[in-house]
């Protein structure tokens, strides 16, 4: 069963959005395309919610977003790490790691 | 905090561009399955389900933005708002109730705020005072010429220490001539009272020289008025009383006098030096003084004892006694008379206002009980009891912010009808007006309105949900609810108990016997003009000649001339003490206090229905000059001969002059006004010489019908003589009304907040009792199904309210007392214990309450058993 971002541990999303930008400024549905499809079509997220989480990361400096083209000529919010973001990244990917290692080997154990 | 309200006025635009941003990804997802082969109309609705909630995701992005506290409170006004469209009859209701409350405070708020809270509009007002003695002549402070001059050499604790004469009427003697109240005071009386000039100058010493240069300032309505607001008036020369002046300047709109006397034009007073010197008593002063810092008025009053020590040496012994000195803060003199009057009025209208909040918090109550269900399933999914707390107090807020502004409304109006009904003068109804305090007010009113309707059903506990999902019979109805009740009707019950009183205090005075007879009474006043009477034989012949041509109008039946006329204003008048009476040794203690004396025409107790208790009336040939009778009413007579043997005894009044007899005694006549108590009183003949030539005088006309087309006659009798000469015309039924206007002013504000009070409580029984018998409809159903009568179940509805009655009664009648015993100084004619008035109050309110409570039950009594328990 697809599992949706809310439905992940806190931070899910937040890691999901920076990695994806990590591979360069994208708008909203190009990042929830980029994990749908790297994910393999395992996480399927509630797009809606992408954007109240684009827009706090947005606030809190760790991302940079302005009005572009697409290359099909429509008009989209494009979201950039900026190296706050960067920082940030490192260090809940870091988090993110451990934390499901710790999950994996409760769940092998119990 | 700066840019998240930035965010928020910016609001419009932040949504245009997130909704924006949203549409282009559903449009980028759309036209994704449209690439994979999806029909346009599929493609769409796939892309929308994809995306979720809009409306949600929206709100949240919003949200990041404005700040979560922001956000919510926006959400439950936005909440309250759309609650209270789905219940508009309790919108309306809870909103007009605050609008009641709030609207009569504030109007009445915006009346007291200048008498009782507004600091005076002088700087520093809090040091000025008013100094000089009381006297049973004239018990509003007075300085005489002499003391004044004297004082002002000594060392003072004053910083400035000034004087005004008073006003007087004077003639702008120019182009359209106008007849002006001219203020006479020092030099240095503006810049005493701390006031600068709009335009130009305040009066220079040498102005105030008899003599000197003649110089005018004229008030701001004044300018505006004659002069369009010129401001190149300043230095033009006008002409006043027929004396060239220059206008030196002109004074600021907030400039009033310390004794709120109108005047147009401020002019030097000009003491002539010579005549206030000891031991000459000199001009009859007005004074007022700026106190040094850290000096209170006490201090200054004892700082000030050994000069008036000094003073008193010149004053006759037989006033010694009487006299005092007074140095009285500027407030408390300017607002002595009407204080206990707003005072009462304030407090009447905060209980209005209070009676108001319970009222919305009633509903509130009864509202609340309908919404457990909702408050315990949002209790259920998380919400804190201060969330819900937050909930319920923007809720209320909302309404009282809504009563408020429609209050304010409300405020408006009435501030606008009021001076119709209002006297004029001290209440300062004129210049009462919506300003930013008024508005301050209301909001405060506004903000505790809906925090008190809102924190008392805040209060209550969240039920569980499975106790709101109960079956409804098992809920108690809230215990609040009785308090509340009992609390409006206490408040109602002394509100109407003071507002009968001063009603029976108007009707007292307005009936009260004057000693003559008022039906078909005109009184017409002329004052002549200065310059062109300006000899007394002109204004003899006038007098003479008025008499005569009144006399021949159809209708009339008697007339008097008479230089003043009952039942008040200026008498003249001398002390009791320096009455000679012949063959008995001068009175040399006290002053005896004030005898009241008119001159007056033969045909004034006619004309007045005075009744001639002795002796005879006034002939022609007593006008005569040289002729030297006198009538006393009986208060002096008595006091003077207790044996009744007045007539053809001798009196002397003001020791000096003819020996006169006593050739009457008449029926006293008030001359206190209505409340006063009337001074003994005697008559001269108005003698037909030059002593006659008096500027003003009163002519007293008693007609068979007392109409219209007689007042004409009269204009045109004075027209004919003199077509310039004003005239002032009024019935004594009129004038008599007049002297009521200030108690009539409180008594109708007062009934009609009694009234509003009344009405909120009775609204307020109303909707309890319905509550209550709507909760309790399953129990009376299955009582009145298994036997119970119709009128038991009705008894047993109603026992309760007068449960919750006669204890707001009893609480009513504690504040009642306690109330009208402070406003003994408003009453006239009735006991503030007066126990009719308690008994028939509480009697109005326990009817009103039972009918009130009578509505709901009997619809209750009446329904049908079968079919309610059925629907249940």
Redesign the interface.
Not at chain 1, 46 to 49: D, L, M, P, T, V
């Given at each position: 069963m697809p599992k949706t971002a809310s439905d992940s541990p806190q931070g899910a999303l937040d890691l999901l959005i920076l990695k994806a930008l990590s591979r360069g400024a994208n708008?909203?549905?190009g990042i929830s395309?980029l994990i749908e499809e790297t994910s393999d079509g395992l996480i399927?997220l509630?797009?809606?919610?992408l954007?109240?989480a684009l827009?706090?990361m947005e606030?809190d400096g760790w991302l940079s977003g302005d009005w572009q083209q697409?290359p099909?000529g429509?008009?989209?919010?494009f979201y950039a790490l900026t190296s706050a973001g960067r920082k940030r990244l490192v260090e809940i990917e870091e988090r993110w790691k451990n934390y499901s290692k710790g999950v994996s080997r409760v769940l092998r154990y119990v | 905090m700066m840019r998240r309200l930035k965010d928020w006025f910016r609001r419009n635009e932040l949504d245009r561009s997130i909704e924006e941003e949203m549409a282009s990804h559903v449009e980028m997802r759309a036209e994704l399955n449209r690439n994979a082969g999806m029909d346009p109309d599929s493609a769409q609705r796939a892309a929308r389900l994809r995306f979720g909630n809009p409306v949600s995701a929206r709100e949240r992005t919003r949200s990041v933005h404005l700040g979560e506290w922001f956000e919510s409170i926006a959400q439950d006004v936005h909440y309250a708002v759309r609650q209270y469209r789905r219940d508009p009859l309790f919108t309306v209701t809870a909103v007009m109730t605050v609008m009641l409350g709030v609207g009569a405070s504030s109007a009445v708020f915006s009346v007291v705020d200048r008498i009782l809270f507004r600091d005076l509009p002088y700087p520093n007002g809090e040091r000025l005072v008013s100094v000089g003695f009381s006297a049973p002549i004239e018990p509003a402070e007075f300085l005489l010429g002499a003391d004044y001059v004297e004082w002002k050499r000594a060392k003072l604790p004053f910083d400035q220490f000034t004087s005004w004469r008073g006003t007087v009427d004077c003639d702008l003697t120019e182009a359209s001539p106008q007849r002006l109240s001219c203020g006479e005071v020092e030099w240095n009386f503006v810049p005493a009272l701390g006031i600068r000039p709009l335009i130009g100058r305040s009066f220079t010493a040498e102005e105030d020289l008899p003599g000197g240069p003649g110089a005018v300032m004229l008030t701001y309505a004044f300018w505006h008025a004659r002069f369009h607001a010129d401001p190149r008036v300043v230095g033009r020369g006008v002409s006043i009383d027929g004396v060239n002046s220059n206008i030196v300047g002109v004074l600021p709109k907030e400039f009033e006098m310390p004794t709120l006397n109108r005047v147009d034009v401020l002019v030097p007073q000009r003491l002539n030096p010579a005549g206030q010197r000891r031991p000459n008593t000199g001009a009859v002063l007005r004074g007022f003084a700026r106190l040094r810092p850290g000096i209170t008025p006490e201090m200054a009053q004892q700082q000030m004892q050994p000069l008036f020590a000094e003073s008193l040496k010149f004053v006759p012994p037989a006033f010694r006694k009487e006299v005092k000195l007074v140095v009285h803060p500027l407030r408390a003199r300017r607002t002595q008379e009407v204080r206990n009057a707003s005072v009462m009025l304030f407090g009447a209208v905060l209980a209005v206002l209070l009676i108001a909040c319970l009222n919305v918090a009633n509903l509130l109550l009864a509202r609340a009980a309908s919404r457990r269900p909702e408050m315990a399933a949002r209790a259920a999914l998380g919400a804190s009891r201060a969330r819900l707390l937050r909930q319920n107090l923007t809720e209320s807020l909302v309404l009282g912010m809504a009563g408020g502004m429609a209050g304010l409304g409300l405020a408006a109006l009435l501030l606008r009808s009021l001076p119709g009904i209002a006297p004029e003068g001290l209440l300062h109804l004129a210049n009462a007006s919506l300003d930013w305090r008024v508005f301050a007010f209301a909001l405060t009113c506004s903000i505790i309105a809906g925090v008190v309707s809102g924190l008392v059903p805040a209060l209550e506990k969240p039920p569980t949900l499975a106790a709101a999902g109960r079956n409804r019979t098992a809920m108690r109805a809230p215990r609040f609810q009785h308090a509340l009740i009992s609390t409006q009707i206490a408040l109602s019950l002394a509100l109407l108990t003071g507002a009968t009183l001063l009603l029976e205090s108007l009707r007292n005075l307005e009936q009260q016997p004057l000693g003559f007879s008022r039906d078909h009474l005109a009184l017409v006043h002329i004052t002549l003009n200065r310059q062109r009477y300006a000899a007394a034989q002109q204004r003899l012949a006038f007098w003479e000649s008025l008499e005569q041509t009144v006399a021949t109008i159809p209708g009339v039946q008697s007339l008097a001339v008479s230089d003043s006329a009952p039942p008040a204003g200026r008498a003249r008048s001398m002390i009791y003490s320096v009455i000679d009476v012949e063959g008995r040794p001068p009175i040399a203690d006290g002053t005896g206090g004030m005898v009241v004396w008119r001159s007056v025409t033969p045909g004034y107790f006619t004309t007045l229905g005075t009744r001639i208790v002795q002796g005879r009336p006034f002939e022609a040939a007593d006008r005569q000059p040289g002729s030297d009778v006198l009538i006393m009413d009986e208060q002096l007579a008595h006091r003077m001969f207790p044996q009744g043997d007045a007539v053809g005894k001798r009196v002397r009044p003001g020791r000096s002059g003819p020996w006169r007899t006593v050739v009457g005694v008449v029926s006293a006549n008030s001359n206190a006004g209505l409340t006063g108590k009337s001074d003994p009183e005697y008559y001269l003949a108005r003698p037909r010489n030059q002593d006659a030539g008096l500027f003003e005088s009163y002519v007293l006309v008693r007609s068979a019908t007392g109409s219209e087309s007689l007042s004409r006659s009269i204009r045109s009798a004075v027209a004919l003589r003199d077509a310039e000469q004003p005239v002032e015309i009024e019935s004594m039924d009129q004038r008599i009304a007049n002297l009521a206007d200030r108690p009539r002013f409180n008594a109708v504000l007062l009934t009609g907040f009694a009234c509003a009070g009344l009405l909120l409580a009775a609204v307020g029984l109303y909707g309890v009792t319905g509550f209550l018998v709507s909760q309790r409809q399953r129990e009376i159903c299955i009582r009145m199904a298994v036997g119970a009568s119709r009128s038991r179940m009705l008894l047993m509805v109603l026992e309760r309210t007068w449960r919750w009655t006669a204890v707001g009664l009893l609480a009513g009648l504690a504040a009642a007392w306690w109330m009208n015993h402070a406003l003994v100084s408003l009453l006239f004619g009735v006991k503030p214990g007066d126990p009719v008035v308690y008994l028939g109050a509480s009697l109005a309110v326990l009817l009103l309450a039972t009918l009130a409570a009578l509505l709901p039950s009997v619809r209750a009594a009446r329904s049908d058993p079968a079919r309610t328990l059925r629907q249940e």
């Open positions: 708008h909203g549905f395309l399927h509630e797009e809606g919610s954007y109240p827009h706090r606030r697409t099909n429509r008009r989209a919010r | -």
